[in-house]
């Protein structure tokens, strides 16, 4: 018996109030799917409504009081949710499929201005180092090439991780140190050049994995980052291979962990928030605000740039 029917049995009424909201939903990401909306940006709506609806099991049209109900819940979550369940409630509401809005009128947490922890860079060597010895002690098993790459890619260039997963040799250009991410694997759509650090590690795995996709004659749409029969390797696989390694190396790390490890560094060491915004993909500078950790050397540094500092006092 599938999952919906044995939620139907504990919960539904006379009307399926279970099965309804998970119809309505799937009308709705077909909806965004004919808008041109990118595959993450759909996963992301399934997994916050679906979410919300199988934690609280409200019915439908009367989610009000679950859903104002925070548990504890990150700032940054609840707005996620907010605005992930707002728009498909109003889309259901402009299709006559629900009468009520429960997220009217609920304004959005305020997140405080440093919301990203800042990753330690021991933490990160440690976790590179259980990969490293990996590929140490098995140097020509595709997986432990791969990993290895997949993590210092990660770490060099702060893409998401379903955005460097995708990666297709034919989208590297290792000779000028980028490589182009597709707007059709990115939630803002827009397609942009990510500059890859002159590591030579990096460069050389890199170069490497091309040459085995082209000696095992892959075709060129496949990823880089592939498992061993060509095939893509999900965000959720790569989730449990950083989760895993990570254990093993005593601490606690998720792939977009590493992503914010690039941003808030790359801050901290005076990097432009610009350029830094262009490379990572984000739409606005507002988001920039959330990764930056302002320390005392900065600020002293930050005082040297003065302009009295080019003054004459003589």
């Not at 990510?194 to 749409?221: C, D, F, G, S, W």
Request: glycine share 6%; hydrophobic share 35%.
């Amino acid at each position: 018996m599938s999952r919906s029917k044995n939620l139907m049995s504990i919960t539904a009424g006379d009307d399926d109030e279970t099965t309804k909201w998970e119809t309505v939903l799937e009308d709705y990401l077909a909806y965004l799917r004919g808008c041109g909306r990118s595959g993450n940006t759909i996963a992301i709506y399934r997994d916050q409504i679906s979410r919300f609806y199988r934690r609280k099991c409200p019915r439908w049209d009367d989610e009000r009081l679950h859903f104002l109900d925070w548990n504890g819940e990150p700032q940054i979550h609840t707005n996620h949710r907010l605005d992930s369940c707002g728009r498909f409630w109003k889309w259901a509401i402009r299709e006559g499929h629900r009468k009520t809005d429960p997220s009217e009128n609920i304004q959005k947490r305020l997140i405080n201005k440093h919301s990203v922890a800042n990753v330690n860079i021991a933490d990160i060597e440690k976790l590179l180092a259980v990969f490293r010895n990996e590929h140490k002690a098995k140097p020509n098993q595709w997986e432990k090439t791969r990993n290895y790459a997949c993590v210092l890619f990660a770490i060099g260039t702060g893409v998401r991780p379903g955005e460097g997963l995708r990666l297709r040799r034919s989208d590297f250009n290792l000779g000028e140190f980028y490589a182009i991410i597709s707007g059709e694997h990115v939630k803002t759509r827009q397609s942009r050049v990510v500059y890859i650090p002159q590591n030579k590690t990096l460069i050389n795995l890199l170069k490497r994995m091309i040459k085995a996709h082209v000696k095992a004659e892959l075709p060129k749409e496949a990823a880089l980052f592939c498992d061993s029969a060509g095939r893509t390797l999900c965000t959720r696989s790569w989730f449990h291979i950083i989760s895993k390694r990570a254990r093993e190396a005593g601490i606690k790390i998720k792939p977009y962990d590493l992503r914010h490890a690039f941003i808030t560094h790359s801050l901290m060491k005076g990097a432009n928030p610009y350029d830094l915004r262009d490379q990572v993909g984000h739409s606005n500078m507002e988001m920039m605000k959330r990764y930056y950790h302002s320390s005392a050397e900065a600020r002293r540094n930050t005082a040297n740039l003065a302009p009295l500092a080019e003054i004459s006092l003589s």
